[in-house]
């Protein structure tokens, strides 16, 4: 299974420390984390699943290195449009906080019918919101895993 996690490369340190909350908790359930591989709360997320021993890959916008917390890094050069490759290669997605680029991929995701669940971050249809990282997680991995 592979979670995205989505957010704002200049995170807030609240929102720094929930995504690396959300990184340790995707790799406690062995889970394959999935973001845009930038700073702020993709590098939190991969930063806590690397320190549970996780996976994370970065589906970046150049042709750079990402975050130093990257296992793979796949390098786009397509700037902004990679966030479809981040989200369609997700079978959920968490939100934390963001602006309008957290923005546009949550459309993706709901226009790929996607499970969103998100921390403090858009509130509009789709989007089920969750008050702990421990709640979007578990919801995000019952969501890709049925049965469980």
């Given at each position: 299974?592979?979670?995205?996690?989505?957010?704002a490369?200049?995170?807030?340190?609240a929102?720094?420390?929930?995504?690396?909350?959300?990184?340790?908790?995707?790799?406690?359930?062995?889970?394959?984390?999935?973001?845009g591989?930038?700073?702020?709360v993709?590098?939190?997320?991969?930063?806590?699943?690397?320190?549970?021993?996780?996976?994370?890959?970065g589906?970046v916008?150049?042709?750079?290195?990402?975050?130093?917390?990257?296992?793979?890094?796949i390098?786009?050069?397509?700037?902004?449009?990679?966030?479809?490759?981040?989200?369609?290669?997700?079978?959920?997605?968490i939100?934390?906080?963001?602006?309008?680029?957290?923005?546009?991929?949550?459309?993706?995701a709901?226009?790929?019918?996607?499970?969103?669940?998100?921390?403090?971050?858009?509130d509009?249809?789709?989007?089920?919101?969750?008050?702990t990282?421990?709640?979007?997680v578990?919801?995000?991995?019952?969501?890709?895993?049925?049965?469980?």
């Amino acid at each position: 299974m592979q979670i995205a996690v989505i957010g704002a490369a200049d995170a807030t340190p609240a929102e720094y420390k929930t995504a690396q909350q959300v990184g340790r908790l995707i790799a406690e359930h062995h889970t394959t984390l999935i973001c845009g591989g930038l700073g702020g709360v993709m590098e939190a997320a991969c930063e806590g699943a690397q320190g549970q021993g996780g996976q994370t890959v970065g589906i970046v916008s150049d042709t750079g290195n990402g975050n130093p917390y990257l296992d793979v890094v796949i390098r786009t050069g397509l700037g902004y449009a990679r966030n479809v490759l981040v989200v369609q290669s997700a079978d959920a997605v968490i939100a934390i906080g963001g602006s309008h680029g957290t923005l546009s991929e949550i459309a993706i995701a709901l226009k790929m019918k996607k499970p969103v669940f998100g921390i403090k971050t858009w509130d509009i249809d789709g989007v089920v919101p969750c008050a702990t990282p421990e709640d979007a997680v578990l919801m995000a991995v019952r969501a890709g895993h049925p049965s469980l």
